[in-house]
């Protein structure tokens, strides 16, 4: 979710918890005060009443348009002292000129006459509808609601998107960088202190971690490097024992062992110092290099190392397929894939190379999928194979990513599948 | 045949000299940049190897002073650094062959007899043991003069014992030579006896005078038949 959406939905929501709560003491305070101002005008109403009754005179028609009406009702001393005061309350009252019931407000108070009579008038007036009143409200409410929702978001979103544009320059460059290739510096002029800082930080953290990274790259290149010399040594004593000396069998066969783990220290080092020279860029030469003929050449050579396993290896290749790559990358990243099938696929399995379109794609039987996520990682073992170093295909993403190749893995119909493409 | 050994690495000079002396040649060293400088001045050597990384300074400058001197000697790089560059630069530079860490002794021996023998016949680089002669640059296999055809991996074999005589080698170390990287893995070396056994069976059958005979059941070794 992008944080404006998040912020807009926050916004509405807050508003429309804001507005109920308004529309609520609105339509309260809009009802007292209606009713105040009837019960001041019945009040008026009932002094006219009750001063036209004491003095004789004519009291008001009820058919004057006014809506008003009025009972006068003689009443007992005893039941005027226990209702002395002004009463108000609401009910309906049939109209007689409308000939409809209507909510009205009434006022019921008592008087007496000169002769000692207690009355008790009751006045009702039209008051207003409720229900009108609170529609009425709810629907201004709304509009306010809807009005108020669009300016505040539409502003939130002038001033958000003018001001976080640091951030979204911020983003971009995250975009684009990426570990181990150079990244140019952060240019995103800002006059806020916190986008200040965040560049600043940013920058450095970068900086931090791309020397981390070619620290680390050094290392390796430098560790294998330094083991050359003493893996020389051991070998060629070794080397030295076995010709040079008379030796039972099994000691023969124990140095020849021995020589055979060297090997593997040996070559161990070599594709560590290669995966160095790879991702510190030291294949600079590229030429047009004909990846058919390696294909081929490839599958011929390892069918006949691997003759004992029986793998059906089969090609599907035009006549020619350049790619403009280091010669010996592009071949190491042939061998790799390919030998690949060679050393992890069971006995007999069939496998296929391909060339379609400017794709690559190897494929061998294989019984699951293999984890996706860490299949190009050094040293991942799918299949335990003691000869194997788990780092043919790190070598092979490694060449990917120097050339900015995709190479994707999938298990299509049982067959572990790699496509490299190699799009212009 | 005089040879300059110039390593840093006390061990590895004293396994590269006593694998030369084995070979009949005679083997000086040096292990500094200074030691190596004074010992070119005063003495002439027919092939040197020359260890790029010296605790005092670079081999290739070395190298360039050598040729600056005038001198003719045969220079063989040995360097840790498997760097393409270097090998470009040292080869630029009049290096006569580069020999990446590790390497095995017969290995060594081989190029050092192999950049000698150029030396001499001046590119010719014709191999001659008992009535077997090959030619590495024609791809040829003589026997008592006869022409003896051989497959591509036959004749890669051969060449590679002709070139170490009378040396063990084990069959991991053939098979990574003669097939090259793609053997790194494989722990059946099936095709590797399919081949010696058609190449010997094609040797006997030439009457050539030399064998491959086996060592230990892991290795082999080429010697000449005694008469």
Redesign the interface.
């Known amino acids: 979710m992008r944080l404006f959406s998040r912020i807009a939905i926050r916004l509405a929501a807050t508003l429309i918890v804001l507005m109920s709560l308004w529309a609520v003491l609105f339509y309260f305070a809009m009802a007292d005060q209606i009713h105040d101002e009837v019960d001041d005008a019945l009040e008026d109403y009932t002094t006219l009443i009750i001063t036209r009754k004491l003095a004789g005179r004519e009291l008001p028609n009820a058919g004057d348009g006014s809506n008003n009406t009025f009972t006068i009702t003689p009443v007992s001393a005893d039941y005027a002292r226990r209702h002395s005061h002004y009463r108000y309350h609401d009910e309906s009252v049939y109209i007689p000129e409308k000939r409809e019931y209507e909510p009205a407000r009434v006022i019921t108070t008592i008087f007496n006459d000169a002769e000692g009579q207690y009355y008790e008038l009751k006045v009702s007036t039209p008051s207003f509808e409720k229900a009108d009143l609170f529609s009425a409200v709810l629907l201004w409410i709304v509009a306010l609601y809807v009005l108020l929702l669009l300016i505040t978001v539409g502003i939130t979103m002038l001033i958000f998107y003018r001001n976080m544009r640091p951030l979204y320059i911020l983003l971009e460059w995250l975009d684009s960088y990426h570990p181990g290739v150079n990244p140019k510096p952060i240019n995103n002029p800002t006059r806020i202190t916190e986008f200040k800082r965040l560049n600043v930080a940013l920058q450095s953290a970068i900086d931090r971690s791309e020397q981390m990274l070619e620290r680390q790259t050094q290392f390796i290149g430098n560790a294998s ?2 083991l ?2 003493p ?3 051991i ?3 070794v ?2 024992l ?3 000396s008379k ?1 039972t ?1 099994e000691q ?2 124990e140095l ?1 062992k021995i ?2 783990t060297l ?1 593997r220290a ?2 161990l080092n ?1 594709t560590l ?1 290669l995966l160095t ?1 790879i991702e510190n860029s ?2 600079i ?1 590229t030429s047009q290099v004909d990846l058919v003929a390696i294909v081929s050449e ?1 599958v011929e ?2 069918s ?6 029986q793998i059906k290896f089969t090609t599907d290749l035009p006549s020619k397929f350049e790619v403009q790559m280091n010669e ?1 990358l592009a071949s ?1 990243l042939v ?1 790799n894939l390919i ?1 690949n099938v060679y ?1 992890h696929s069971e006995q007999g399995v069939e496998a296929r190379a391909a060339i379609v379109g400017r794709k690559l794609i190897v494929e061998n039987q294989g019984r699951e999928m293999l984890d996706r996520e860490h299949i190009f990682e050094r040293f991942y073992q799918g299949s335990q ?5 788990g780092l043919g295909l790190a070598l092979v993403a490694a060449i990917c990513r120097h050339y900015n190749i995709n190479i994707e893995y999938s298990f299509v119909n049982g067959s572990h599948r790699f496509e490299i493409d190699f799009a212009e | 045949m005089k040879i300059l050994i110039i390593e840093d690495d006390s061990s590895l000079r004293e396994i590269m000299s006593r694998a030369l002396r084995q070979e009949k040649f005679t083997v000086e060293t040096a292990s500094t940049f200074a030691e190596a400088d004074s010992k070119l001045a005063g003495y002439n050597y027919d092939c040197i190897l020359l260890d790029i990384m010296l605790p005092d300074g670079n081999g290739l400058q070395l190298l360039e002073h050598i040729r600056a001197l005038g001198k003719r000697e045969n220079v063989i790089i040995v360097s840790a650094r498997n760097a393409i560059e270097d090998r470009v630069q040292g080869l630029d530079l009049g290096a006569d062959d580069y020999l990446p860490k590790p390497f095995h002794t017969a290995e060594l021996v081989a190029r050092v007899r192999s950049v000698l023998r150029r030396g001499r016949s001046g590119g010719e680089l014709k191999i001659e043991i008992g009535n077997v002669s090959l030619s590495p640059s024609s791809r040829q296999v003589k026997v008592e003069g006869q022409e003896l055809s051989l497959l591509k991996k036959e004749f890669d074999i051969l060449l590679y014992f002709m070139q170490r005589p009378a040396h063990m080698i084990d069959k991991t170390m053939l098979a990574e030579s003669v097939w090259g990287d793609y053997v790194d893995d494989t722990d059946n070396f099936q095709f590797v006896y399919a081949q010696i056994k058609n190449l010997r069976r094609k040797l006997a059958d030439a009457k050539a005078s030399i064998e491959i005979s086996s060592v230990y059941g892991f290795g082999y070794k080429l010697i000449e038949k005694s008469a």
């Open positions: 490097h330094e050359q010399t893996l020389a040594i070998g060629n004593r080397e030295w076995l010709d040079e030796l069998d023969a066969m020849y020589n055979k090997s040996v070559r070599k110092l020279k030291q294949f030469e490839t050579s390892l006949e190392i691997y003759i004992s396993r010996s190491t061998t030998k050393v194979r003691e000869t194997s170093m």
